[in-house]
């Protein structure tokens, strides 16, 4: 980091004062991939308060070309205009490579950016995890401590990332297109499956009939869906929603706010909360093992030998693994992720 | 495993003969995820002696509801019968949480299956890494010894996986459906780009119009895209196919032996797999912390302590990631991955 770094305390204080420059340094953090930087962002995080009151944790999936950002930044304004506090994470497809500047993204939601209840945070689409950031989780956290009521998640991709960004929220959105059809757009069934809420988006214009057709043929599909995931009590719904004609945004957020009042009431969020603990603690073990493994001085010494090799063909991608590996069995402290 | 093990150099004899058996316990090693079995694999692996001539590895993506099984049915069946051996990995959705008995995929392409040129092997898709197999590596150079001329990946999902799966194969086929329209089925910019082939699938019947306008969008697009990721030397092609009227089935067969005999002759097919290598490198790298990390008793009786009490909300996720982790640090002998 460039800039003098702040103490863990001081960055709690900004984070509980609802401080934006906190709260992105505190992103930042949890973000990085130094070893020592975990350790601090893992600190940090057991230093946070619970909240008051938990935030509603929404991701937002649906094919390529739903029409989600769009949908997302509607509902946002609608929400921040309620005065809810409004936080939104997506993934920026066009920083894969670049790894670095992800600004860019923020143009995207012009209008809820700008916004002083809003939050927006673009995650580099390279460092993602089951199409959204790595540190979802963390951030979703950080958020709720800073007093934000309503965290929307974008997702990327559509198929196997589904159910770990399930696994992270308190609430599914899947989004449609209203031609639907037969396939329901190739939404595989697993996947409507864990949506509790399914909105018919672009329900406008010339589409308005098909949206309609579209709402009928989900809501007779959903009673015969095997909902084994289901969230206890909670009967999913269908709507349709236009972000061009503002159609059925307020209809939404009613959802929202009746999920989480529901779910709350029955104690089914806190336990299903509960249930995605231990994810969480796994993907941060098995982050954490990579880290300091290449944190090892000795593993890139072998890392920079072994890799030009690899790439001009003198030594297998097998055997170049196993020597890697055998980092572990060699060294004598017992500490092979190094002393720093 | 429950049968006598046979020795690698058993196993190896028998998978240069061509033994299916063989082949199907050495791919089973390759999936395990113990410790000292990926020990083995690897010795298995790295005592294969280069195919006299290499497979052509294909990845088959597109849309859930293109109809990939259909068709990689289609074209097995054609290159069998033509004498090319060919092997087919595909996902089986429905294994997901069994990750037990994935027989029932078999079935899905029950012609090909019983040819004797051919060989299917479904993994359990809770296994999975980006989309495919997470040994589909390892599996395919089991294959290629074995004397496999053709390997069609089946990839499952659409969105984030196709970058790594691109990085596993020497060519990536696109299969699409003929109602593209404007947005291309929501087929990110970023997956026509890794394409160097495209199928419009289910040209026929009243289909055969809307997949003629489709092969004009897609020929008319093709050249507008930026494939900084293109294969030197080779021009993307289009094709409409019918798995069902068996249309275009010989000139995608044609236009893979193009493709393998151009990419060959110009060094290019040798450079890409080189360029593979390092990422395959890494992915066992990470894959081996993991499984040596949870090999040791230490580890394992630490999570069998903190699983409850995360699930109970006792102790937090981040907290309980830390003290796992301390693990590596706590070990007095240098070997913090067991003895075995």
Redesign the interface.
Known sequence: MLEPERSEPELTAGIRRGERRALAKAITLMESSRADDD?RA?AL??SLPAPDEPALRVAISG????GKSTLIETLGLRAVASGLRTAVLTID?SS?RSGGSILGDKTRMPRLSAHPLAFIRPSA?GT?L??VGRRT??TMTLLEAAGYGLILVET??????E?EVDGMVDLFVLVLLPNAGD?L????R?IMELAGLILINKADGVFTQAAELTHAQVSAALPLLHREKNDAGWQPRVLMVSALEERGIDQTLEALRTFQRQMTANGAL?KKR??Q??G???D???D???Q??LADPAVQRLAAE??PQ????EV???????R??RV??????????GNH
């Open positions: 350790r893992a995080l057991e094919p390529p070309g739903a497809p894969r689409a993602t089951g199409g989780r963390e990327v991709g559509v198929g196997q990332s159910t396939e757009q190739g939404i595989k697993g806190a509960l249930r603990a231990s969480w603690m796994w941060r073990v098995h954490g093992l990579r300091r493994f072994l890799e690899v790439r001009r063909g297998g991608a097998v055997m170049a693994a196993e890697m590996l572990l069995d060699g060294s004598g402290n017992g500490n092979h992720v």
